[in-house]
């Protein structure tokens, strides 16, 4: 028997196959007492010194829906791998646990939980996979995507990656991710329909080499957009183009047509920028923008483009993929069962037990001075990042917009320390671990030994 799903993220099945083996063998012992598991980063990767927390608005979406159909219980029968008990309990299977969180668009380090759960050991155990994929990815890009932010402030910045993403979904919500860190919008469509992200984007070379001429394609598509279009310039010879451009406002403005930008995608981007700036000006176009594509990121930004005149970028496969730093090491650990805080203390994994809370202080100015990770019974001064939002298996409030979500994401980032707001200065930022979780950590090391 095979079983298929038009829509396979949204099947029950999307887990790791020793989830089920390990739920199995839980029931079968009746071992359904609270558990506490955390998602965190055990180190930062080499060339980041912060993370940002993104992805649990599709986390909570996910466990408030999650499922197993009738086919898919019939499938994993069919599979002869799982006993009655198990099929029983999957087809009933609805989360009904606890999530304390920080709020999307929040910087943390290593150690720091961004995700709490809560929940009867099955439960929290079986959501894992899922909630490692969601979490993880949407942090990957929205952190490479505020590093853009940083190093291109004001500067207008457009996901351009879906086509080059690791699928569908990856391509979606990589949009999402990065407009939450601060990106102007993306070219991703749907996007646009299920987020309400801005989308923005020009022709391709083929819509130029369809046509006659250079000229004839750029007014075919500036009539066709009448209140504003962009152009895209280098199909050819770049200079030239900017020329024909400036000859061909002439003609259209007074008819009201009106072109807003120009675009370049290959050459030397920097050179050409300020080439075209040069034939813009001197010609009346000095209303017109110039974006730039192409195998950029925010090193590229930073190296190739100080004080050079370009209005805007398209970041593409490079934020997509976060292609310096696709991955983060991170971990979803069991930190506490049927009341009994729980360690791992393999070497180079190690976990801090119990019930956590992180807390920050700041200076007078808004600037993070550093960060105290506690047991959630402790009282300590700053504020905890980690908030209750989802309680019985239902949020606890509704969304917020991604407004909201991107105010507080900018607030975040002024409130970087001035060593952490250059991206390339790999940076020490201080967590401190509190006594008494030191303690309860050495109590279990001692009781295991």
């Not at 759960?117 to 979490?135: D, F, G, K």
């Not at 991107?406 to 967590?431: C, G, I, W």
Request: proline letters at 4%; hydrophobic letters at 40%; glycine letters at 6%.
């Amino acid at each position: 028997m095979r079983y298929a799903d038009s829509n396979p993220v949204n099947s029950g099945l999307l887990t790791d196959l020793y989830q089920l083996t390990m739920l199995d063998a839980y029931l079968a012992q009746d071992m359904a007492e609270t558990a506490v598991f955390e998602f965190y980063s055990r180190r930062l990767p080499s060339n980041r010194s912060f993370l940002m927390a993104a992805g649990l608005e599709q986390l909570l979406d996910y466990l408030e829906t999650t499922s197993f159909s009738t086919d898919e219980i019939e499938w994993l029968e069919s599979t002869g791998r799982f006993t009655p008990k198990l099929l029983d309990y999957l087809a009933d299977f609805r989360f009904s646990g606890e999530i304390r969180a920080m709020r999307e668009g929040t910087i943390f380090f290593a150690n720091e939980p961004i995700a709490q759960v809560i929940a009867p050991l099955p439960e929290a155990q079986l959501i894992e996979t899922r909630l490692i994929n969601l979490l993880h990815f949407q942090t990957v890009i929205a952190s490479k995507a505020a590093r853009c932010v940083l190093v291109a402030p004001g500067k207008m910045l457009v996901d351009f990656g879906l086509r080059r993403a690791h699928g569908a979904e990856a391509g979606l919500l990589a949009a999402r991710a990065s407009y939450i860190a601060g990106f102007t919008g993306t070219s991703t469509v749907l996007a646009d329909a299920a987020f309400g992200i801005p989308t923005y984007g020009t022709m391709a070379h083929s819509f130029i080499q369809a046509h006659a001429s250079e000229i004839e394609a750029f007014e075919h598509f500036a009539r066709m957009y009448p209140e504003g279009s962009v152009l895209l310039i280098d199909t050819y010879d770049t200079q030239t183009a900017a020329q024909s451009v400036t000859e061909l406002v002439a003609r259209l403005r007074p008819q009201g047509i009106r072109v807003s930008g120009v675009r370049l995608d290959s050459g030397d981007l920097p050179a050409l920028s300020i080439k075209v700036r040069k034939i813009l000006d001197e010609n009346g176009c000095d209303d017109i923008s110039i974006f730039c594509s192409g195998n950029l990121d925010e090193y590229a930004l930073a190296r190739d483009f100080t004080n050079v005149p370009v209005d805007g970028f398209g970041i593409g496969t490079h934020l997509d993929v976060s292609a310096d730093a696709p991955y983060f090491e991170c971990a979803y650990k069991i930190q506490e069962y049927a009341g009994i805080a729980r360690r791992k203390y393999s070497i180079g994994k190690k976990t801090w037990p119990g019930r956590k809370q992180v807390y920050r202080s700041y200076d007078k100015q808004g600037r993070m001075l550093g960060d105290s990770l506690v047991e959630c019974s402790e009282q300590h001064d700053g504020k905890g990042l980690l908030e209750s939002v989802m309680k019985a298996g239902r949020r606890l409030c509704s969304s917020p917009d991604l407004a909201t979500v991107r105010d507080h994401t900018a607030q975040e980032l002024m409130s970087l320390p001035e060593n952490l707001r250059d991206p390339f200065n790999k940076a020490d930022y201080p967590v401190a671990v509190s006594r008494q979780l030191r303690d309860l950590a050495a109590s279990i090391d001692k009781a295991n030994n």
